[in-house]
C-alpha cells in the first residue's frame, strides 16, 4: 500500500490527454485513459515502450464501468484495431 506521500508523488504524473501534446507533457507521465484515444495525442516518434493493459475478454465490472466477454473473433479484431 502507498503513504500519503508516495501516492501525492505518483498522482502528479498522471496525466490525460485530450489534444495534441509535446514531449514534455507526455516524458516521465503515466497516461491513464484509453490507450486508442490518447495514442493520436501522442508527439510523433515519442515512444519507447507502451504497456497497455487490455480488458483481458472478461465479463466484470472494475469501479463503474462494466466490461462484457465478447467472442472470441469479436475480440481479435478490437485488439487487431
Do not use: C, G
Request: hydrophobic fraction near 40%; proline fraction near 5%.
Amino acid at each position: 500500500m502507498l503513504s500519503d506521500e508516495e501516492a501525492q508523488v505518483y498522482k502528479l504524473r498522471l496525466a490525460q490527454l485530450h489534444s495534441p501534446a509535446t514531449l514534455v507533457e507526455v516524458q516521465d507521465k503515466t497516461i491513464r485513459q484509453d490507450m486508442l484515444h490518447a495514442l493520436r495525442h501522442f508527439p510523433a516518434n515519442s515512444v519507447d515502450l507502451l504497456f497497455a493493459d487490455p480488458p483481458y475478454n472478461l465479463s466484470k465490472t472494475f469501479h463503474e464501468r462494466r466490461f462484457q466477454e465478447t467472442s472470441l473473433a469479436e475480440y481479435e479484431e478490437w485488439l487487431d484495431s
